[in-house]
């Protein structure tokens, strides 16, 4: 449904039925970009133009995700929030889609407390994603299934969904105290381990957020509405991507920000806080072996995935700047990038090619295998590239000389003849 009277149709028709039976309708939007309203998730005037419509209805709550977008970072927060005197139901995601699917410890309930403190009126009601993924064998989903208390790693859901309900009743409370309570009857009360989990617990959003966006492309606040691209873009869903339409915006905006080497030790600096949140759990005991056993595996991919893509983003990133500029440091850059590369890749696939019961599935790597496959047959590609442009050259040339040598003839030919009459006709 794209035009605004055949939406406000459908709405006022829904809620007058439900008006007689005396429910109430929660209409979410969330748009990709298509048609008169394609905005409406994020544009005030879009979103004033449809739901001032019905400021008199008493039956319609509007549910409006957050952010500005979907649920990725450096995304602005929702300025549909707040307007007009509908109630709001606020989404917030706990399954972290866009964080490595809750296949490591992601958590983000300062950046929710943010959110709130941001507002002037707490919002009507908020609800939260806690499932993610789909039932082994359904396609057209991707990342582990997810069962909220039941299948997978949930635990990093609850952390977060137990963080983002404590904050929707008091925005103020110390997110420090909040989560200490939640490792506390989640592990037991010993004062060290209670100690070193919380303190990983709030580290993993920085391992995050280095580590998987590159900080000058993601700062443009691109979004996946319409036709424009993710804060991430590199890797779309779980699979690095390859392309030069992936990859070259990227690139740019590295070159014309802060630089290449800043955005590189940005995704090092991942793995060295994922490093350092291993050590901190290192000899451990917990009242609930299994569970903090699943933290240990949780935290130990995001290790080795962030090693591997730390590595990828020098590699394609020198590799570009070499195509660019032709820098000799460029080149040995990223050819000595490539080598780690293989080998971090090796290292993860090595470490979680089992899945451990499909609770940490790898990600897809066959975009990544393509481009070591073309990295590693660039020199070659453009020398027989060049070589075939040669070719080129020499057939055009062959040609226009050939052509004017035809010319040429076509010319001397009549003179020709006229001298051989002319021979003929003496007396």
Not at 132 to 138: I, S, V
Not at 272 to 291: F, Q
Request: charged share 20%.
């Amino acid at each position: 449904m794209t035009s605004k009277d055949a939406l406000t149709t459908m709405i006022d028709s829904l809620l007058d039925i439900l008006g007689k039976h005396n429910k109430t309708m929660i209409y979410r939007i969330w748009s990709i970009g298509i048609g008169e309203l394609g905005d409406l998730h994020r544009n005030p005037e879009q979103y004033d133009s449809l739901f001032n419509q019905f400021e008199d209805r008493d039956n319609l709550v509007v549910s409006i995700k957050f952010q500005a977008g979907d649920y990725f970072r450096y995304l602005d927060f929702n300025p549909n929030i707040g307007r007009g005197s509908l109630p709001q139901m606020v989404e917030v995601s706990g399954s972290l889609e866009y964080s490595g699917m809750s296949l490591y410890p992601c958590y983000v309930a300062e950046l929710f407390q943010e959110f709130l403190q941001s507002l002037d009126i707490p919002p009507f009601a908020m609800w939260s994603w806690i499932t993610a993924g789909a039932a082994p064998k359904e396609e057209g989903f991707v990342g582990p299934f997810i069962v909220f208390l039941k299948r997978g790693f949930w635990s990093n859901i609850d952390v977060n969904v137990n963080g983002f309900g404590k904050l929707g009743w008091n925005s103020s409370i110390d997110v420090n105290e909040m989560t200490r309570t939640w490792v506390m009857r989640n592990f037991g009360y010993d004062s060290k381990s209670t100690e070193n989990i919380t303190k990983m617990i709030l580290m993993s959003d920085d391992m995050d957020y280095l580590g998987t966006y590159i900080s000058d492309f993601a700062s443009l606040q691109p979004s996946h509405l319409g036709d424009l691209p993710t804060p991430v873009h590199w890797i779309y869903w779980d699979v690095p991507q390859s392309s030069s339409f992936a990859l070259s915006p990227v690139y740019e905006a590295c070159k014309n920000g802060r630089g290449i080497e800043a955005n590189i030790q940005d995704g090092f600096q991942a793995v060295a806080i994922a490093d350092e949140m291993l050590e901190l759990l290192s000899g451990l005991t917990t009242d609930n072996p299994s569970l903090f056993y699943l933290w240990q595996l949780a935290t130990e991919y995001g290790s080795k995935l962030f090693s591997m893509l730390a590595d990828y983003r020098e590699c394609f990133l020198y590799f570009y700047d070499y195509c660019d500029t032709l820098s000799k440091d460029s080149k040995i850059h990223y050819q000595n990038a490539l080598e780690n590369l293989k080998l971090s890749k090796e290292v993860y696939h090595l470490a979680f090619e089992s899945g451990y019961d499909e609770m940490f599935p790898i990600f897809d790597l066959s975009q990544l295998d393509r481009f070591i496959f073309n990295v590693e047959n660039y020199e070659g590609t453009l020398l027989l590239s060049r070589l075939s442009f040669g070719m080129i050259i020499l057939s055009i040339l062959g040609l226009f000389t050939t052509i004017l040598i035809l010319k040429k003839s076509e010319k001397e030919v009549p003179h020709k003849l006229v001298r051989i009459q002319r021979l003929l006709l003496r007396p």
